[in-house]
């Protein structure tokens, strides 16, 4: 059996979407984020000089690009499966066919999962066991 128009569609928007350029988005709000805080980039040059450049030893700047990707994420709503079946999720009935997608920003901007969303605060990130 092929694809129907839709399905195609999906398909063929998840295979080009990324292609046509998230990566320079996603360095662009970076640079935003570093740029608009002084003691954030005084803590990557520390973590940088100290590590002696070893980035696989960079915790603080990993945090930093993943707060800056939960505030800014480049492609906000992503398909996540399209069910061959009806099926149940909690109290919802999902018909068959019916795609099923994830909003980014309906929980990496909620407070019920982040403390202060809206503020860049990398730490939050930072495991402080280790």
């Not at 980039?41 to 590590?51: D, G, L, P, R, T």
């Not at 109290?91 to 994830?102: A, F, R, S």
């Not at 019920?112 to 990398?122: C, G, M, R, S």
């Amino acid at each position: 059996k092929g694809f129907s128009e839709r399905e195609l569609t999906v398909l063929l928007a998840d295979i080009l979407m990324p292609a046509t350029g998230y990566t320079a988005p996603t360095i662009l709000w970076l640079l935003h984020d570093i740029a608009k805080n002084k003691d954030i980039q005084n803590k990557i040059i520390e973590e940088y000089n100290s590590s002696n450049g070893n980035l696989k030893k960079s915790p603080y700047l990993l945090a930093v690009i993943k707060e800056s990707m939960r505030l800014h994420p480049i492609q906000d709503s992503v398909l996540l499966h399209t069910g061959q079946k009806e099926m149940k999720i909690g109290d919802y009935e999902i018909p068959k066919l019916v795609g099923l997608t994830c909003v980014h920003s309906n929980t990496s901007l909620s407070p019920e999962y982040f403390v202060q969303p809206l503020e860049f605060k990398p730490e939050r990130w930072l495991d402080e066991k280790k």
